[in-house]
């Protein structure tokens, strides 16, 4: 049987790692997968490139600033899943840039279904008022918004366009943002955040490989549609309170303003991306609005539908036991920004006093 070939930019990333693995895994009736993966990165030789490479995925090399290197990797393929990555490029060359991208996927002749990967627009869900301004978020947001012009088609002469609105990795427990600011001296792990008693639409990163998998399948039902996904809404007393039950360690949530988080770093005034220029926002403005946005729960999941489509997924408290999470940050970074040393830098004095 001849495999769909599915291209994956932003595949050597923590997403891009989950959503070839769903590609990739057997059907639910235990057939093998009737995908293939070409894999676009900018370094063929990195070590997540040559793991994908073990697997059976076609390596090409290429970058979303060379557009011609994205045109030759889209042709071919019958499917493409695309992730911008906001956190090198910046928000005014995502938006750009993700709406090329779209453009060359409608030259390729041989594309039919196109899945960009997007993230809420959270300026316009917080009324376009700048409390909710978070440049990573809002590009993506934006592109998804100019998509929704543009005609979906159901066939085998032109291109299905569908939209995968995820969310934080529950992965950001063992590293990023969501991991204990500290641990005091009697060995109380300590969880701070700015969320007050609002809550984040966590995914597993497995959960979001297994509704890219969903989309491609379903290519009828998913044309022309948003798709926002999530594994459970949590909130930091839960989340505290499932890391007791599951570890037996004892933990509390540090309630802090948005400016007291902040001081949990030393450089909050660098700029968020790592192409970013003078004026661009700083990882303190990015963050802020993302901030903001889970303290007033204006990031909603119908749940209800995702328990239907998604009956396995992961909750906190499941996959704090299969990955044995301890609260303890991992040797290896999750998000590759953290792997290329890009990730904020933490103020050990501030963390020691909380």
């Excluded at 403005?285 to 995702?306: A, V």
């Amino acid at each position: 049987m001849s495999r769909k070939l599915i291209l994956v930019i932003g595949a050597t990333g923590a997403q891009g790692l989950a959503v070839i693995a769903g590609l990739l895994a057997p059907s639910a009736d235990g057939a093998s997968s009737p995908y293939a993966v070409r894999a676009l990165t900018r370094d063929t030789e990195s070590r997540r490139a040559h793991e994908l490479i073990d697997q059976g995925v076609e390596v090409v090399k290429g970058d979303v600033g060379d557009l011609a290197s994205v045109f030759a990797a889209l042709e071919g393929a019958y499917g493409a899943w695309v992730n911008t990555d906001g956190f090198t490029i910046g928000e005014q060359r995502e938006i750009y840039t993700g709406m090329r991208i779209f453009e060359l996927a409608k030259q390729a002749k041989t594309l039919r279904h196109y899945v960009w990967s997007s993230t809420d627009y959270l300026f316009k869900k917080g009324g376009y008022d700048n409390r909710y301004r978070c440049g990573h978020c809002d590009a993506k947001g934006r592109v998804a918004d100019w998509m929704r012009a543009q005609p979906s088609f159901v066939g085998n002469s032109d291109m299905t366009w569908s939209i995968v609105t995820g969310g934080p990795y529950m992965e950001m427990l063992i590293s990023g943002m969501f991991t204990p600011a500290g641990r005091r001296a009697d060995g109380t792990f300590v969880f701070a955040a700015p969320i007050g008693d609002g809550r984040v639409p966590m995914i597993a990163l497995a959960d979001l490989g297994y509704f890219a998998r969903y989309t491609f399948d379903h290519r009828a039902e998913t044309s022309g549609k948003e798709l926002e996904v999530a594994s459970e809404m949590v909130g930091w007393d839960h989340l505290v309170a499932t890391f007791i039950k599951v570890t037996g360690q004892k933990a509390i949530y540090k309630r802090q303003t948005v400016d007291e988080w902040f001081d949990n770093f030393e450089d909050p005034h660098r700029p968020v991306a790592a192409e970013g220029k003078e004026g661009s926002m700083s990882f303190k403005e990015n963050f802020s609005g993302w901030w903001n946005t889970y303290h007033d729960d204006l990031r909603k999941r119908d749940m209800e539908w995702i328990r239907e489509i998604n009956p396995n997924r992961f909750t906190l408290e499941k996959w704090m036991v299969e990955n044995r999470y301890d609260g303890s940050r991992g040797s290896v970074p999750i998000l590759k920004s953290g792997e290329d040393g890009r990730g904020p830098k933490p103020n050990a004095e501030r963390r020691a006093q909380l």
